[in-house]
C-alpha cells in the first residue's frame, strides 16, 4: 500500500471514528441506547401501529397516543408517566404495552430498557414478600439509575400483594429524586383484569341501546373505574393551576380545556365534592391528553 493512500485511509478511519463519538446517533444506529429524546416519528409511528394493529379499543388508542406523546416530548416532566389498563383477558392489553414499548425501542419487550413482571410468575410466594419488595425496589432503582427513560410493565396487578405494590408507589410520585435518582422520566404500565364485568357491563348496556362502541367516551367508563367519579364544578384552585401550567408550557389559556381538566379531577368528601383529593398533582399529566406537546 502506498503511503498516501494509507494515509487517506487512516485520516477516514480517525474522522469515522471521531465522527462515531460525537454523534451518539450513529452510535445508537449500530447498537441499542436508552432513549435521550423523543424522535417526532415516535407519536406518528404508535398512532399507526395501533390504527393498524388494534381493533375495538377506540378510547386506548386516543389516551395513550396522547399521553405517551404528551410526556415523550416534555424535557421536564414532574413524575413518571403512569398507564393503567383494565380489562377482560385477551383485549389487548399486553398487546397495546407491547406495541407502547416497540414505539419507544425497537426491541420492544427484549429491549434492555423494558421490565417486564407478571405477579404469578416472579411473585408467587406471599411469604417472600419482604425479600420481592428489596428485589423489585433495586431493580427499579438501578435500572432507572442506568437509563432515566426505562419502561416497567406489571402484569396481573390484581394478583399482586398490596404491600408489593406498596413498595412500587414511591416511585411513582412527584420527588424530584429518591437517593439520588430520578424517575420521572420512567413508564410505569399497569396490566389488570380488575373492573373488566363493570367495564362489560356498560359496553353491554350501550349495546343494548342501539349505540355504537365507538360512541362511548372514557367519561362512561371512568365512574366504574373510580376515576374520576366526584366531579367538582367549581374547582377554582385546581382551575389556577391549570392556568399556571398552560402558560409555562406557552400556551394561550384555554378555558374550556381548564374546564375539563378541572372536572376530570377527583374530589372529596363525598357529598360536598369541595376538596382535589390529589390537590393539583394529576394536572400536568392530563393536559398532556389535550395537547401535542
Ligand atoms: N383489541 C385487540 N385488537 C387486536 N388484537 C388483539 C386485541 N386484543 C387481543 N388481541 C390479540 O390477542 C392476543 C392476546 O391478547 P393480550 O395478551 O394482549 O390480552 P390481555 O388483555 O393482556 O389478556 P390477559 O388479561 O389474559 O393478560 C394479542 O397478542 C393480540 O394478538
Known amino acids: 500500500v502506498e503511503p498516501f ?8 478511519a480517525a474522522s469515522a471514528l471521531t465522527g462515531l463519538i460525537s454523534y451518539p446517533r450513529l452510535y445508537c444506529y449500530f447498537t441499542e441506547c436508552c432513549l435521550q429524546r423523543a424522535g417526532a416519528r415516535t407519536g406518528a409511528a404508535l398512532q399507526e401501529d395501533l390504527d393498524k394493529k388494534l381493533f375495538g379499543q ?4 386516543k389516551v395513550i397516543v396522547k399521553a405517551v406523546t404528551g410526556f415523550l416530548n416534555n424535557s421536564n416532566p414532574k413524575k413518571p408517566l ?3 389498563l383494565h380489562g377482560w383477558t385477551g383485549t389487548g392489553k399486553n398487546f397495546v404495552s407491547k406495541i407502547v414499548a416497540e414505539s419507544i425501542y425497537e426491541g420492544g419487550l427484549n429491549s434492555n430498557y423494558v421490565h417486564q413482571f407478571v405477579s404469578t410468575l416472579h ?5 417472600n414478600i419482604s425479600h420481592y419488595k428489596d428485589q423489585l425496589q433495586s431493580w427499579i432503582r438501578g435500572n432507572v439509575s442506568a437509563c432515566a427513560r426505562s419502561i416497567f410493565i406489571f402484569d396481573e396487578m390484581d394478583k399482586m400483594h398490596a404491600g408489593l405494590i406498596d413498595s412500587v408507589k414511591p416511585f411513582l410520585d412527584y420527588y424530584e429524586q429518591i437517593d439520588g435518582v430520578s424517575y420521572r422520566k420512567a413508564i410505569f404500565i399497569f396490566l389488570s383484569n380488575a373492573g373488566a364485568e363493570k367495564i362489560t357491563e356498560v359496553a353491554l348496556d350501550f349495546w343494548r341501546n342501539g349505540k355504537k362502541r365507538e360512541d362511548l367516551q372514557l367519561r362512561d367508563l371512568e365512574a366504574v373505574v373510580s376515576v ?9 384552585h385546581v382551575k389556577m393551576c391549570v392556568r399556571v401550567e398552560l402558560e409555562s408550557r406557552g400556551y394561550i389559556v384555554d ?3 381548564v374546564t375539563r381538566v378541572a372536572d376530570e379531577m377527583t374530589y372529596f368528601p363525598k357529598e360536598e365534592r369541595i376538596y382535589s383529593d390529589k390537590g393539583c398533582k394529576t394536572v400536568y399529566t392530563k ?7
Do not use: C, M, Q, R
Open 5 to 12: 493512500s494509507l494515509g487517506l485511509a487512516l485520516a477516514g
Open 287 to 293: 393536559l398532556d391528553f389535550y395537547y401535542d406537546l
Open 228 to 236: 374520576s367519579v366526584f366531579n367538582n364544578k367549581n374547582s377554582e
Open 82 to 84: 403512569t398507564l393503567s
Open 255 to 257: 378555558e374550556d380545556i
Open 58 to 61: 377506540h378510547l386506548v388508542k
Open 123 to 127: 411473585f408467587p410466594h406471599k411469604h
